[in-house]
């Protein structure tokens, strides 16, 4: 009886032992194979070195989900990989993919909904060399009178479709591509770390009174370019882009 029960420790110890070595061997291969994990869900401009440089990451993918009648226009969409490519140092490109979403049932979204949207329908998250961007595109309007968009986390943007519909392809109103390559520019602006949300101001143009925007009435950052009271006026006239100030901030990041 004892001779058994000194083989079943035996055996029991011996299992064990292998038990652990493979339990360690499963944990190097795993370790080796899960990518790095990213927080996605900081606040703005927390990102910016790393989507501005290409110190740790080559390569951009962004997300854009619409719903239902929001879908981005072509035009909008090659401004945006225009502007990315010009102001990203990222050598190994800059993928942009566009797919439709189910339509939300409130016409106002808080920023918890718009959250809780992203958290079930995104796809696209930050992995070993590439980083990730999402845009969400409501079919409502924004809880703020007149915000077009928001940038409200670190790789995250939401623009207010309805609202944009409201304010193009009207009388004295820019076109709906026009309009939304601009406000996505803007906010994009605000994840690239403008005005002083991450990217340090190289001079003082930010202008205090109306937060993380620029001084500077005729750059893309100025406070009124993502808002429908923006003076429709000048989209006559080229888009609005990105003032020398902004530029220089972006540079000292590591962007192009």
């Not at 190097?28 to 869900?41: D, G, I, L, Q, S």
């Not at 902004?246 to 990041?253: E, G, P, T, Y």
Request: proline share 4%; glycine share 6%; hydrophobic share 35%.
């Amino acid at each position: 009886m004892k001779g058994r029960i000194h083989i079943k420790i035996a055996n029991f110890i011996w299992l064990t032992v292998l038990s652990m070595a493979f339990a360690g061997c499963v944990k190097t291969m795993a370790e080796e194979v899960v990518p790095e994990r990213y927080n996605h869900t900081t606040l703005a401009g927390a990102s910016a070195r790393d989507l501005l440089s290409e110190d740790r990451f080559k390569k951009l993918t962004v997300e854009i989900q619409y719903m239902p009648g929001n879908e981005p226009k072509k035009g909008a969409v090659r401004e945006i990989e225009k502007f990315l490519e010009q102001y990203l140092n990222k050598p190994e490109g800059i993928d942009v993919t566009v797919t439709e979403i189910e339509a939300a049932k409130d016409s106002v979204l808080s920023v918890n909904d718009i959250i809780g949207l992203e958290n079930r329908y995104r796809t696209k998250y930050t992995r070993d060399k590439e980083i990730a961007l999402y845009v969400l595109i409501t079919n409502g309007k924004s809880w703020s009178e007149n915000a077009l968009g928001f940038a409200y986390r670190n790789t995250s943007v939401v623009l207010f479709g309805k609202h944009i519909a409201d304010h193009s392809d009207k009388f004295k109103k820019p076109s709906r591509s026009d309009l939304q390559s601009r406000v996505m520019q803007h906010e994009f602006g605000h994840l690239l770390g403008l005005v002083n949300t991450g990217a340090e101001p190289q001079s003082d143009h930010q202008d205090h009174e109306h937060g993380k925007h620029c001084k500077n009435k005729w750059c893309l950052m100025y406070y009124l370019t993502d808002t429908d009271d923006y003076p429709s006026v000048l989209l006559k006239k080229d888009p609005p882009k990105l003032g020398d100030e902004c530029i220089a901030d972006l540079k000292a990041m590591g962007g192009k």
